[in-house]
């Protein structure tokens, strides 16, 4: 077997591993009668701050005593304490199921009621129970893999909750869901409230409907003639009442009622998708006439002129003007840079290496989307707790032989043209920077997302909240990248170094992959350009564009990372997608040509800088949408927010900048094919 063939098996091997233990089938949730159902405690925090999430006993909750809470001489042989076994999906998605304690059986025909008493609450007990209700904390549970929310508590004003009325206690929302949706739309300051006071939910309704042998939907209310007020040394009684009923929902649409249709399938929404569709025909349209009119114009002018000093005999030009014969006609604009256009960027090692990392961010955005868009035939991603991280484990992993092959082969093509490649004619010239491209696309990426999840995970740790990445997983994560990503990388680079690209029939040396020769000497650049001949005045504008054609949907995705809301409208995604493609190749061609029009031949950074440019006003959006779109406060919440949208400002510049490069580098060598040249 060859070494890339042993690459290869160990790669499908661990990879397998990983898939089998994220997308194993949980559709078949059959009951038998008074069979027991598991209900697992999962977290609990404040609702303004998503990430700030605790686990669910940090609060002194009791449970009840049966069978599987430990019991009264301390031996840990009941279920309570047992966690429940997650994969790398679930640890990084900040879940923590551990075992309620209840037992609850699968008995359609009668209602259980388990109870369970606190010890006295000491005034460190009683404060935390008054600072969740105070901050709106709310608690999730998780019933046959059906996730149920409620609340802590509430703060009522202390001479209304006296007399203990049902009237004090009424609330509009139906449920503790519906009320958590609501509750940070109340224009109350609490702060400003001090004698209000704070009551704690004492009982819990639990309304499972089930159809069949199966469980199809699941409610959780608190009973507001429960509040208790809280005070040190009370003891609290909790109660957990569950009852059945039968519906006639099917089980495989359960989920479609945690899915809000009315905010995702809005008129809105569809009237952006339409407006980006509009924006995409405007600048192919402009693309067409830059390419049909204004290209077939100097590439009239430049065939005249090649013609009259060939032929020396008397022509007119388009306008109908004579071309005397013999008289020497200056190229003007683009044509001008032709010995200079294919000139290797700076920092050939650096780019390339952002081109073969950007590649890979295209693939892998693209199949983590046809992933989730073919979620019918394999189980929709939203139901399974992680399903998406694994999918973005997993094509990240495969993903990193194209990020090696993009860079191995984009190095090849133009070091021929950098001055240490002229000075150095040995056949081993040039071990020295393959190496660093190779090293820089392998470390470059995760170097950057490691760093910013070290330090948010850190803070996380600090604050002891069940976002913090285990150590276990981090390590498994490691033991991916070192044994899947890197040599699949390697092996990528390789292939790329001996792959035979560029232009056919070419003559060897510095011309064999580009239409026109490339000068020894570089030509200077001029100073003196008109504003829209300079790129630091047309980058903006390409980046905003682009960020036109996305930020509706930009505002479903952070509302659904950021406000609870499950994001399944893929079809969506994957047509923003497209339209985003397009639009940044479109705008970085048009950069380039202007900046080309200038006599300015550095147009690689240009155009990879043409498209990065949208992660800018993505991370603006970003700080916008922090501040007059949520809620979040705390250093916690912050640096959550902050560090995950730089991650994504950071990976979005890269797939967008790669994508302007792209379209850029096609369109020059386009243009050139066709010139005349000395």
Request: glycine share 8%; net charge negative.
């Amino acid at each position: 077997m060859t070494f890339a063939g042993f690459l290869s098996c160990r790669a499908l091997l661990l990879l397998g591993l990983i898939s089998t233990a994220a997308f194993a089938s949980t559709a078949d949730h059959h009951y038998a009668k008074d069979e027991h159902v598991e209900l697992w405690v999962n977290k609990v925090g404040p609702y303004a701050n998503p990430q700030e999430a605790y686990e669910y006993y940090t609060l002194p909750y009791c449970a009840p005593v049966t069978k599987h809470h430990p019991d009264e001489k301390g031996e840990d042989n009941g279920r309570f304490n047992e966690w429940k076994v997650q994969n790398i999906g679930e640890h990084l998605g900040g879940h923590a199921l551990r075992h309620s304690g209840h037992d609850i059986t699968f008995s359609t025909d009668k209602a259980n009621t388990e109870t369970c008493t606190t010890r006295q609450l000491t005034p460190e007990q009683t404060t935390a129970f008054q600072k969740a209700v105070r901050d709106r904390w709310f608690y999730q549970m998780y019933l046959d893999d059906l996730p149920v929310w409620g609340m802590v508590g509430e703060v009522l004003p202390a001479t209304k909750a006296a007399d203990g009325k049902e009237s004090d206690f009424a609330f509009s929302e139906k449920d503790d869901r519906d009320r958590l949706d609501h509750i940070l739309a109340q224009a109350s300051d609490l702060s400003d409230q001090s004698d209000w006071k704070e009551y704690i939910y004492t009982k819990r309704n639990l309304v499972i409907s089930y159809n069949k042998d199966q469980i199809v939907k699941v409610d959780l209310t608190s009973d507001p003639k429960s509040l208790q007020l809280l005070k040190p040394g009370i003891q609290i009684e909790f109660t957990l009442e569950v009852s059945y009923e039968v519906t006639e929902e099917e089980f495989h649409s359960r989920f479609d009622r945690y899915l809000d249709h009315d905010f995702f399938k809005h008129p809105i929404h569809w009237f952006s998708v339409f407006n980006s569709f509009m924006m995409v025909l405007f600048l192919i349209g402009l693309v067409a006439l830059i390419l049909l009119r204004t290209l077939k114009k100097d590439y009239a002018r430049y065939g005249i002129v090649y013609d009259l000093e060939d032929a020396g005999e008397d022509e007119v030009d388009e306008d109908g003007k004579p071309l005397v014969a013999g008289e020497k006609v200056e190229d003007a604009g683009w044509k001008q840079v032709h010995g200079d256009v294919f000139r290797a960027p700076q920092f050939l090692p650096l780019f390339a290496s952002l081109i073969g990392s950007g590649w890979q961010l295209i693939i892998l955005t693209l199949g983590v989307i046809l992933f989730a868009v073919m979620g019918p035939l394999h189980g929709e991603v939203h139901e399974e707790r992680g399903e998406v991280f694994h999918a973005i484990i997993v094509c990240y992993s495969l993903s990193s032989i194209v990020a090696g092959y993009t860079s191995g082969s984009f190095f090849k093509i133009y070091y021929p043209t950098t001055p240490a490649a002229r000075r150095n004619t040995s056949p081993k010239g040039g071990t020295t920077q393959w190496q660093m491209t190779m090293g820089l696309t392998i470390l470059l990426t995760p170097t950057l997302t490691a760093g910013i999840l070290s330090f948010v995970n850190a803070v996380s740790l600090t604050y002891g909240t069940i976002n913090t990445i285990p150590f276990m997983v981090i390590i498994k994560l490691f033991f991916i990248w070192v044994f899947v990503s890197v040599p699949l990388c390697v092996v990528g680079t390789l292939m790329g170094r001996h792959a035979r690209v560029g232009a056919a029939g070419g003559k060897g040396g510095a011309t064999e992959h580009f239409p026109c020769r490339v000068n020894a000497i570089p030509r200077p650049i001029p100073e003196e350009v008109p504003w829209y001949g300079r790129p630091a005045g047309l980058i903006p504008l390409a980046g905003l564009l682009s960020f036109g054609s996305i930020f509706i949907e930009l505002y479903y995705v952070l509302t659904s990372l950021w406000n609870y809301k499950f994001y399944h409208v893929y079809g969506f995604l994957l047509g923003v997608y497209s339209i985003l493609t397009i639009v940044v190749g479109m705008t970085s061609i048009i950069v380039v040509y202007f900046c080309l029009n200038a006599e300015n031949y550095l147009w690689q950074w240009t155009a990879f800088g043409s498209g990065a440019s949208t992660a800018g006003y993505v991370f603006l959006y970003g700080i916008y949408y922090f501040l007059f779109k949520t809620q979040m406060n705390g250093f916690l919440q912050t640096t959550f927010y902050f560090g995950y949208m730089s991650l994504i400002a950071i990976h979005l510049g890269l797939l967008c900048g790669t994508l302007g490069h792209w379209a850029a580098s096609r369109f020059v060598r386009a243009i050139f094919q066709n010139v005349k040249v000395d």
